[in-house]
């Protein structure tokens, strides 16, 4: 990224809202994780970075647009997802309260290890020719990627939305949610719709990987970055607040592009930890909390 | 005078046996790379019990070793480019690691269980950035791996490899014997109140914060001892490996595969992760995949590790009384 063609700072605040969608859609999965089964996936920012590379083997191999290549993406993440709960964290519930913690841990190393064994250590990106465009907005130009991203947002934000209210599956998720022992004697299966929901927030999860490989270069390292920027997003928006998220991620994106034009683009990520851990310092209950 | 004598039952003369044969090994001719796996075996151990200290018994799941092995280790370094000795470096890095702990604890001891962890997950990848931008000290090797922060411990060969060894047992031992009196002290009665159920523990009279305050600076001051004398050894440091997660992953795999909320249970963990890392040295590139599959299947398999496991049956039992009955 070369910041230096924008002398306005008007450029890095529209970025900075843009890039805001990429990180509402990279929270949204550990929001759902984390409202639903009350679970810190510390392996969310490797399960972004996992659907990343997905996108970029079936680039490189099969020639597949990275969008495209969500047809595989999706289902891949999603059982991947659906047996983490259903085999691993099922049962670290069961045993102690650092043991599900832990063993996402466990999981991010195991992610961030293999994706370094298949596609190296080395910088990836996705590259399609739309990558590279601008498009303009009055005086100043912007890469349409980052325009992708606030649409991909905004769609996957509102099917989660009608998802969650309108159909069984999504009712029984905000029933566990809810009251775990009240939904089972409703007769919701809720072991079951806890193996759902992981899987369905892996899946916008392959989504967030997409447009965050068309949007930042990524390495099998990046994983914890992410992590901590939904985990910003999640504290800034508050739990299951759609608009509070989508706020959150716009306030952090504000802060990387202004932190990089004003501070240099090196020093970008530091102003979003710094405000992350400020943020938990202050409030750790949310913003728009309750 | 009138001074009480530990009480000599056959735990402790088997510990001071094996703490004197660990002094005199190098002396009588162990080999080299013996005496390295002992190194790390202590140094580890030193970190390793200082992380059960925090998570075991303070129910404090700190994900920000590496930040305090990080900076013990720079603080030594930068100390060695001004000229001074090694010793003053090892305790002015604990001292930096302290101060740092005491710094950080002003906003993540806001948070709580597992909010705490993600907190101090922050800290160790914030400083790498602020390493890589920044040199605190002269104009150093340019292009040297890692960028930003690189430097080479200046005067490097004026310790020997024994004397390394005699350092970190020394850590190591220390780490050892103040856990047994820390966990029978005030502090640890409180801290064991506190993990319980903190709220409890508040009314009935334990200052909750001070005390979990104590274990996270003792513990930063301990891990920074250890994470400063790895770094005499190493002689170079650069901030991606200095801030690397990989220091905590193995503290937390030592911890959980010897069984967390054991004083044994670290030795034993940590002597597995130092085989393992030799065994698993020849295939690098896997390791940390290999590591955090053990600790995914420990947690489910044996989540109150080896320790906490034989501690279930009568043999072992009966083994302890025999060998600490005086």
Not at chain 1, 247 to 253: D, E, R
Request: hydrophobic content about 60%.
């Amino acid at each position: 990224m070369t910041w230096d063609i924008f002398t306005d700072l008007s450029a890095p605040i529209v970025m900075g809202l843009l890039l805001g969608g990429l990180y509402a859609l990279i929270a949204l999965g550990l929001s759902l994780v984390f409202g639903v089964m009350k679970l810190i996936n510390v392996a969310h920012g490797d399960l972004v970075v996992l659907g990343s590379y997905l996108a970029y083997a079936a680039m490189t191999l099969l020639g597949f647009d990275p969008i495209l290549s969500l047809v595989m993406g999706i289902p891949v993440l999603f059982l991947i997802g659906y047996g983490i709960q259903k085999f691993l964290m099922q049962r670290a519930f069961g045993i102690s309260m650092e043991a599900p913690l832990l063993i996402a841990f466990g999981i991010s190393l195991v992610i961030q290890n293999f994706a370094q064994i298949i596609w190296s250590p080395m910088s990836r990106g996705l590259n399609p020719s739309y990558a590279m465009e601008t498009f303009n907005l009055g005086v100043i130009h912007l890469p349409v990627v980052y325009l992708l991203d606030f649409i991909a947002a905004i769609i996957v934000m509102l099917a989660l939305r009608e998802f969650l209210k309108r159909t069984y599956l999504g009712k029984a998720i905000n029933a566990a949610s809810q009251d775990n022992r009240a939904a089972q004697l409703m007769g919701i299966n809720t072991e079951r719709t806890y193996a759902f929901a992981f899987g369905i927030a892996m899946a916008i999860t392959a989504i967030a990987g997409v447009f965050l490989g068309l949007t930042f270069p990524f390495t099998p390292q990046s994983g914890i970055s992410f992590l901590v920027i939904a985990f910003g997003v999640v504290i800034l928006g508050g739990l299951g607040n759609i608009l509070g998220t989508f706020i959150g991620g716009m306030i952090l994106g504000l802060a990387q592009t202004l932190g990089a034009y004003f501070f240099g683009a090196a020093t970008q990520m530091l102003w979003v930890f710094l405000l992350v851990f400020i943020l938990l310092a202050v409030r750790p209950q949310g913003i728009f909390g309750r | 005078m009138n001074i009480t004598l530990p009480q000599w039952n056959r735990g402790l003369i088997f510990a001071a046996a094996v703490i004197v044969l660990l002094i005199v090994l190098p002396v009588i001719g162990l080999p080299l790379n013996w005496v390295l796996y002992l190194f790390l075996f202590f140094l580890y151990l030193a970190m390793a019990n200082m992380w059960n200290l925090l998570a075991g018994y303070s129910g404090l799941i700190s994900l920000c070793q590496a930040a305090f092995i990080g900076l013990a280790g720079y603080t030594l370094v930068i100390l060695s480019w001004m000229g001074i000795p090694f010793y003053v470096g090892i305790i002015g890095g604990a001292i930096v690691a302290a101060i740092f702990a005491l710094l950080i604890s002003i906003p993540v001891f806001r948070l709580s269980g597992i909010y705490f962890a993600i907190g101090t997950l922050v800290v160790p990848e914030a400083l790498r950035i602020i390493f890589l931008l920044w040199r605190p000290v002269g104009g150093g090797q340019e292009g040297l791996a890692g960028g930003g922060a690189g430097y080479v411990l200046k005067g490097a060969t004026g310790v020997s490899m024994t004397e390394l060894y005699w350092f970190a047992l020394i850590i190591a031992v220390a780490s050892v014997v103040f856990m047994r009196i820390i966990l029978r002290s005030k502090l640890g009665l409180g801290l064991a109140a506190i993990r319980d159920n903190d709220s409890t523990a508040a009314s009935s009279g334990v200052n909750v914060f001070r005390l979990k305050l104590s274990a996270f600076v003792i513990g930063a001051l301990i891990t920074g001892l250890a994470g400063a004398i790895f770094y005499i050894y190493q002689s170079y440091i650069e901030p991606i490996s200095a801030f690397n997660i990989r220091w905590t992953m193995t503290l937390i795999l030592a911890t959980v595969i010897g069984g967390m909320r054991t004083e044994e249970g670290p030795i034993i963990g940590t002597i597995v992760v130092v085989i393992l890392h030799f065994l698993l040295a020849r295939y690098a590139g896997i390791s940390l995949l290999i590591q955090g599959l053990i600790l995914v299947i420990v947690m489910l398999v044996v989540p109150q590790g080896i320790m906490g496991y034989l501690r279930q049956f009568q043999v072992y039992r009966s083994l302890l009384q025999f060998v600490t009955r005086r």
